[in-house]
């Protein structure tokens, strides 16, 4: 019972800390191809293809963190 | 038990279906089909060939290209009514059994493409450039990149059944419809991003990465 609980505790911080530090991380990529793009919009189709390059790097980690927690909730109930 | 087998060689029949008909009886000046199959061919090589140079990219190309259509068609089957992992036919980029076997063709082709261009000797070179210091750094990527590349698309696809597939549990017809919605474009991202790191890997290993 207690190794349930324990599984389900860390499912859930794994996505949390994991979209966590995604978030924030998201967050200063964009600020940066918003400013770049304000400053300068003839380079906005080249800016906008590295900035999606740039957010699909960052989300693999946070996918880490959701394929953890699908392991440790089907670990549940095989325990 | 075999959907995501059966789903890949519908795919293949929805790709066949499209490309036969329009390269068939190609003329110099293009209409209709031709017309259209063309300018999404074009923009695919241009924008995956942006990284390579001129004949790396005409070999590499096709390669690229099938990469992407395969993918968007895979993520999209997803979005389709029917479709789901709880219940219904299956997109195989859903299983990571097929994103591993992408994830390991992009692999022998970053390998092929770099003996092919630079000669064995110089490409063993590429390992230990700029300093000897970097070989274990160069190893562990070459384990890296498509461990994740496997794992960046199954988790984006899987996870979006799999939470789509709860929602649809829960409250049935109108909470799903902003997720598949984003559906649509993360199917559109995570295609593009596989492709393009593919081009990235590949211009790396022929020497185009400085």
Known sequence: MLAKGLCAIGACFAVSIG???GGIGMGIGGKG???SIARQPEVAGDVR??????????ETLTIYGLLIAFMLFGKIGAI | MYEHVVTQWIIILILALITIPATKNMKVVPRGLQNAWE???QWALD????????????????????????ILTSNYLGLLPGAGTISGFVPPTADWNIT?????IVFFAVHIAGVAENGG???LKHFVSPNPAFLPLNLLEEIAHPLSLTIRLFGNIFGHEMIVGFLVLLAPFFI???LVALGVLTGLIQALVFTILAASYIASATGEGH
């Open chain 1, 33 to 35: 191809a918003f400013e």
């Open chain 2, 39 to 41: 300018a999404i061919v």
């Open chain 1, 49 to 58: 293809t590295l900035l999606f390059i740039v957010l699909a790097f960052i």
């Open chain 1, 19 to 21: 979209a966590l530090g």
């Open chain 2, 176 to 178: 799903p419809m902003p």
């Open chain 2, 100 to 104: 591993v076997t992408l994830a390991l």
């Open chain 2, 47 to 70: 924008f995956f060939g942006g990284a390579l140079t001129e004949d790396v990219a005409k070999k590499w190309a096709p390669l690229l290209a099938t990469f992407f259509l395969f």
């Open chain 2, 121 to 123: 000797l110089g490409y």
